[in-house]
């Protein structure tokens, strides 16, 4: 199976600055589409996931633009630009290129 | 929108079965495939089984296969997750997720349902 890892697990953030979660991939991402079923979500407490981001870097609709995600291959980034207090949560990476599909153990956001 | 309803969880002993289900809205339910998820308590996610639209592929975890079983009902818009001979190590939330278009992740997902076995 695909493992994922993602860094840091902790995440302590101020208001207002930004925060970048790293995952990294035991084998490439690429599809034999051409296509990378890479996906970040979001999980607050309390709460059911949430997809944020899907194909690497495309945002679903109604997740605010202070999310962005990128990478390729192996490597793979998600960054809030500006953290806001509704942000605070477990971000999780998962993989759907090759089955089973994966996820990573996850990065808890919480605000300094 | 689309809505995804989770019921039949509860506490089991181990050993026994219970079936869950997915009660799908606000979507043509036969177009797409489905998810089960689970959460073990403070844990993070695993993937348990996944259901095309027509019913005639179904995958599962190593973890569950054999004991559990994925199955859905078109015509009622519900997606079920049979398990049998459950395990202390099954306890967990379980999610149901409906599959985007042209991808083979999960996009929307369900509030959860808590399943735990305990003697």
């Known amino acids: 199976d695909v493992v994922l890892t993602q860094s840091p697990l902790s995440l302590p953030v101020t208001l207002g600055q930004p925060a970048s979660i790293s995952c990294r991939s035991s084998q490439s991402l690429v599809y034999s589409d051409g296509n990378t079923y890479f996906n970040w979500f979001q999980q607050r407490p309390g709460q059911s996931p949430r997809r944020l981001i899907y194909k690497v870097s495309n945002r679903d609709s109604g997740v605010p633009d202070r999310f962005s995600g990128s990478g390729s291959g192996t490597d793979f980034t998600l960054k809030i630009s500006r953290v806001e207090a509704e942000d605070v949560g477990v971000y999780y990476c998962m993989q759907a290129t090759h089955w089973p599909p994966t996820f990573g153990q996850g990065t808890k956001v919480e605000i300094k | 929108q689309v809505q995804l309803v989770e019921s039949g969880g509860g506490v089991v002993q181990p050993g026994r079965s219970l079936r869950l289900s997915c009660a799908a809205s606000g979507l043509t339910f036969s177009n797409y495939g489905m998810h089960w998820v689970r959460q073990a308590p403070g844990k993070g996610l695993e993937w348990v089984a996944v259901?095309?639209?027509?019913?005639?592929?179904?995958y599962y975890a190593d973890s569950v296969k054999g004991r559990f079983t994925i199955s859905r009902d078109n015509s009622k818009n519900t997606l079920y997750l049979q398990m049998n001979s459950l395990r202390a190590e099954d306890t967990a939330m379980y999610y149901c997720?409906?599959?985007?278009?042209?991808?083979?992740?999960?996009?929307?997902w369900g509030q959860g349902t808590t399943v735990t076995v305990s003697s």
């Open positions: 259901i095309s639209h027509d019913e005639v592929n179904k």
């Open positions: 997720a409906k599959v985007p278009p042209g991808d083979y992740g999960m996009d929307v």
